[in-house]
C-alpha cells in the first residue's frame, strides 16, 4: 500500500511541474478554440513533444548554388538555437544571433501573466519594435542564401526577428524561414517577414518541432540542394 501511496504521488508531481514548465513562454497557437489567455495546455517552445517536422512545409525553388550561407537565428530559451547549429553543422554556414538589447528574462515569456514584457508587447504593437545589440552582420553582402529561425509566438514570428529582418537589405538573396513551435505550424509567419524585409526571394521554408533532432534537420537540408 506504502508503494502505490508513493506511485501516486510521484505522477502527481510529474503532472504539476508540467503545468508549471507549460506557461514559461507565449504560446504558438492563438487560432485554437480557446483564447491565448485561457489556454490549459502549453504550446510555446520549451514544451515536450516529439521530433516530427512538418511534412507539407518545403521551399518550392532551389537556392542557388553560388555564394555563402548564413543562418541567423532568434532564439529564446535554446530551441531554435539548436535547429540553428543543426543548419551550420550540415552546410557548413555562418552563424549569426538575433539578440535583444534588453534580453527576455522567464518572468518575461511568461505568457500567463498580464503584465508580463512578452503579454504587453502581444496588446500593444508598437511595443514589437525591439532594440538589438547590433543588425549589422559583417560581410552581408557576400551571403546568397539566408536562414531565417525564430520561436513561434502567438502565430507569427516572434517579434525581435523582425528588427533584423527591417534593418536590412536582402536583394539578390535567397531567404528560407524555419521556426519551431509544439503545435502551430509555419503559418503566414514567412510571409509577414517578406513583406517586412520588401526585398528578396523568400521561399516556403519549414516547421520544426521544439525538440527536433539532428536527423530531422539534416533531411530537411538535403532536401533543399545545397
Not at 548564413?70 to 529564446?76: E, F, G, I, P
Not at 511568461?110 to 525591439?130: A, G
Not at 516572434?158 to 531567404?175: M, Q
Request: with cysteine; glycine share 8%.
Amino acid at each position: 500500500m506504502k508503494k502505490l501511496f508513493a506511485g501516486i504521488l510521484s505522477v502527481m508531481l510529474v503532472f504539476a511541474l508540467s503545468g508549471c514548465e507549460s506557461t514559461a513562454n507565449p504560446p504558438d497557437d492563438p487560432q485554437s478554440s480557446q483564447s491565448s489567455e485561457t489556454q490549459s495546455e502549453a504550446a510555446g517552445p520549451t514544451s515536450s513533444s516529439d521530433d516530427e517536422t512538418s511534412a507539407n512545409s518545403t521551399p518550392n525553388e532551389t537556392p542557388s548554388d553560388d555564394g555563402k550561407t548564413l543562418v541567423v537565428v532568434y532564439s529564446a530559451s535554446g530551441n531554435t538555437k539548436a535547429i540553428a547549429d543543426y543548419i551550420v553543422s550540415a552546410t557548413g554556414a555562418d552563424l549569426f544571433e538575433i539578440t535583444p538589447t534588453e534580453p527576455y528574462t522567464s518572468d518575461d515569456l511568461n505568457w500567463t501573466d498580464p503584465d508580463s514584457r512578452v503579454s504587453r508587447e502581444h496588446d500593444d504593437e508598437s511595443l514589437r519594435d525591439v532594440e538589438l545589440t547590433t543588425t549589422t552582420v559583417d560581410n552581408w553582402a557576400e551571403y546568397d542564401t539566408v536562414f531565417i529561425g525564430y520561436p513561434i509566438w502567438w502565430g507569427i514570428a516572434a517579434w525581435p526577428t523582425n528588427s533584423f529582418v527591417k534593418a536590412n537589405d536582402f536583394s539578390g538573396k535567397t531567404v528560407i524561414p524555419f521556426c519551431t513551435s509544439s503545435t502551430s505550424g509555419l503559418g503566414s509567419s514567412g510571409t509577414l517577414l517578406a513583406e517586412e524585409a520588401g526585398t528578396g526571394n523568400w521561399l516556403e521554408g519549414q516547421r520544426f518541432q521544439s525538440r527536433a533532432d539532428e536527423s530531422t534537420v539534416k533531411e530537411w537540408i538535403d532536401s533543399l540542394g545545397l
